[in-house]
């Protein structure tokens, strides 16, 4: 056990550091009934990479990052625009449909792509074991900017997320607003399905939020929550992975599966009590 | 909302004729256009070169030593891809109705997508049993054939281990299942298919002391390595050196922190001498481990086509030891 807390120290930390900015976002994302939106736009930085890779660029230079992220920007468009548009279509279509074209836009790319493309598909898989400090530290340094951008304007972005009528009823420009929530959520998201996998980030952003949900009303408590979740989703998950000797991603998902299944046995007693 | 809702039947009606429509044209077009090849052919065959698909581009490569001017090689899978898992386009459909030898590495290699190519093409001539399909390994000593074979291995190949082009002393093998093949399907040049099988097979024999030498000199023979997958048997067989840890010993599942763990601590005090990985997996985690070990890793091509230089089958082995020299070197 003590020998392997080198391996597991920077890849703990990092899932730490996911876990403080997600489980924050997921709230949102919960509350716009966006539930897919992380992979939608985490496939759209793939796509944008795809393309740089077919103006030969190496999936690593930073230019690639830049089309990862201009694509990023073009869905936070996109996303802003289709929510408005309510009662015909549901987002969850739209976020739906922008996650298989993109896909399918990716695997059209690769198909003609030079040498090299086949590297790019990893970006969603994640090698959560690979993770060294200095990952971790980018990752932290960016989840801060983020994160204090979201603490700044926490009124607006709550209210919008929570209840849009009423804030375009203040006079806040959803719109522009929306745009900017999901342009850091891009950010985010982009960074950390790198780190740890699809899997593995679409758990830490539903299963802490959906628990807090369960549990508790006011938006403080839901984060109390949802972050005492996920830090044991990521103690437990690590232990485990290494009692069974299995991959740790996957560990991970299996225990925040868990903890959600004994939140919900456990509510009506909570709740009868 | 009512006359609204009719409107949009009414549109998704005209819209679903318009895709039948089109479905029931190009489906016409294709039976069309695919008896006419039919009647074509037979009086064709004598004359036209031969069309040789085969899965792999190290098979191309020694089909066309084989074959030489009397057939047309193509693959199926790129020198840069895992061919293990190639995603079935109609294009290679079309390449294999029209093929009139189809050569696989077999052993279950292919298995996750060469049989539904080979359905999907309903070309009778080069199905498993006919006289234009060829599978490479048949006259080739196979490595590691289970005795039992279980999931709980992960993906364990149970006709053994298919990576046998690794080892040039195997490329005389697959040349003569490939001049048997083609002997089988154009019989008026079986003699000449002899001859350049026999030229190639001289010239493989001497390629492979000067090889072996060269592996030598650069130091890998006798050496310690880690590989990320158990696909470099034959190769360090080849080559004398002792594989004694893999990455990923599943493959396909991630390795568990105690298995990165007891890898680590056996790199760092059992002489490992070089880690090798193949040049299409994710590179990030035997990086990190090179980096924690100061063991040196080299990502090697797997196979003729995966880099510009690499054209024949000779060229495959002189550029991966040419990058294992590197490595070695650079580590020093």
Not at chain 1, 149 to 174: M, T
Not at chain 2, 15 to 33: E, K, P, S, Y
Not at chain 2, 289 to 313: F, H, K, M, Q
Request: glycine share 8%; aromatic share 8%.
């Amino acid at each position: 056990m003590i020998e392997l807390l080198p391996f597991l120290l920077w890849p703990f930390l990092g899932l730490l550091c996911i876990a403080g900015i997600h489980v924050y976002l997921g709230l949102h994302v919960v509350e716009r009934e966006v539930i897919f939106v992380d992979l939608s736009l985490a496939q759209l930085a793939v796509l944008g990479a795809a393309v740089a890779s077919l103006w030969g660029l190496d999936p690593h230079d930073p230019p690639t990052y830049l089309a990862a992220l201009g694509f990023t920007v073009v869905g936070a468009v996109v996303f802003s625009i289709t929510r408005s548009e309510r009662g015909r279509v549901p987002q969850e279509a739209i976020i739906g449909i922008v996650y298989a074209v993109a896909s399918a836009a990716t695997i059209l790319i690769l198909n003609n792509a030079p040498h090299g493309a086949e590297h790019i598909r990893d970006v969603l898989v994640g090698q959560l074991l690979a993770v060294e400090a200095r990952d971790v530290r980018r990752l932290a340094l960016l989840y801060l900017v983020l994160g204090a951008l979201h603490f700044w304007w926490r009124k607006k972005l709550l209210l919008i997320s929570r209840d849009p009528d009423a804030a375009r009823a203040q006079g806040v420009n959803v719109k522009r607003w929306d745009f900017l929530f999901y342009l850091t959520f891009g950010l985010t998201v982009t960074a950390s399905v790198e780190f740890g996998g699809v899997l593995v980030v679409f758990s830490y952003l539903i299963v802490p939020s959906v628990v807090a949900a369960l549990l508790a009303e006011r938006i403080g408590a839901r984060l109390a929550i949802g972050w005492i979740v996920a830090t044991l989703a990521s103690v437990l998950g690590m232990l485990a992975s290494v009692w069974l000797s299995a991959p740790p991603g996957a560990s991970v998902v299996c225990v925040f599966g868990a903890l959600l299944l004994l939140t919900a046995l456990a509510r009506p007693l909570v709740a009868r009590t | 909302m009512k006359s609204n809702s009719r409107e949009w039947a009414r549109t998704a009606a005209t819209l679903l004729r318009a895709v039948a429509l089109g479905i029931a044209l190009a489906l016409g077009g294709t039976v069309v256009t695919s008896t006419k090849q039919e009647l074509i052919r037979p009086a064709q065959a004598e004359t036209r070169a031969l069309r040789v698909v085969t899965t792999t581009e190290d098979l191309a490569a020694i089909a066309r030593e084989i074959g030489g001017s009397r057939v047309t090689v193509e693959s199926i899978c790129r020198g840069y891809q895992d061919p293990h898992f190639v995603d079935a386009k109609p294009s290679f459909m079309v390449t294999l109705k029209r093929a009139d030898l189809f050569v696989e590495v077999g052993r279950d290699l292919e298995v996750g997508w060469a049989p539904g190519l080979l359905n999907g093409a309903r070309n009778p001539r080069i199905l498993p049993g006919a006289a234009g399909f060829v599978d490479a390994s048949a006259q080739v000593e196979i490595l590691e054939i289970p005795a039992s074979v279980s999931r709980a291995h992960g993906d364990v190949h149970p006709f053994g281990n298919p990576h046998y082009w690794l080892d040039p002393v195997n490329g005389a093998g697959i040349a003569r299942a490939i001049r048997d093949g083609l002997a089988r399907v154009a019989p008026a040049d079986a003699a000449l298919f002899r001859e350049r099988c026999a030229d190639f097979e001289k010239r493989l024999a001497e390629a492979v002391p000067r090889l072996e030498a060269r592996a030598r000199e650069i130091g890998i023979t006798g050496a310690r390595v880690v590989t990320y997958h158990r696909s470099w048997s034959y190769f360090a067989r080849a080559f004398g050196f002792e594989v004694v840890n893999f990455v990923e010993p599943r493959p396909g599942i991630p390795p568990s922190p105690n298995h990165v763990a007891d890898l680590t601590t056996q790199m760092k005090q059992g002489r490992v001498k070089l880690l090798i990985m193949e040049d299409f997996f994710d590179p990030r985690l035997p990086q990190k481990i090179a980096r924690d070990t100061g063991v040196p890793l080299v990502i090697l091509p797997t196979s003729v086509g995966a880099e510009d230089g690499i054209r024949s089958y000779f060229d495959l082995f002189d550029h991966q030891l040419t990058r294992i020299a590197q490595a070695l070197k650079g580590a020093k």
